[in-house]
């Protein structure tokens, strides 16, 4: 049974910075791709950037510039580290896993609000 667990959510200003980490029960380097999606109230899940394991990236048009995806293999952890918030980044940011089929976390919450 693979488990991904996220943590590092929470509410902070406009213009403030938080770090997402996921961590993985199994060696990250396993999944062909890992990535992290959100979903807003009343809105679908979107992507929100993935990472290969051959180390290719991509990020939604909204939030390039701003935030940045990352692995670290030696502690089977996923981060995404997010810059410049903004109210619109608001929501529940899950952590997946690609390996034949989709792994996902439980969630966490950021708030992006004065």
């Known amino acids: 049974q693979v488990q991904l667990v996220e943590s590092g959510g929470g509410l902070v200003q406009p213009g403030g910075s938080l770090r997402l980490s996921c961590a993985a029960s199994r060696s990250i380097s396993w999944f062909y791709a890992m990535g992290w999606y959100r979903q807003a109230p009343g809105k679908q899940r979107e992507l929100v950037a993935d990472?290969?394991?051959?180390?290719?990236?991509r990020y939604a048009d909204s939030v390039k510039g701003r935030f940045t995806i990352s692995r670290d293999s030696t502690e089977n952890t996923l981060y995404l580290q997010m810059n410049a918030l903004k109210p619109e980044d608001t929501g529940v940011y899950y952590c997946?896993?690609?390996?034949?089929?989709?792994?996902w976390g439980q969630g966490t919450q950021v708030t992006v609000s004065s």
């Open positions: 997946n896993g690609q390996y034949g089929t989709n792994y």
């Open positions: 990472v290969t394991s051959g180390g290719s990236t």
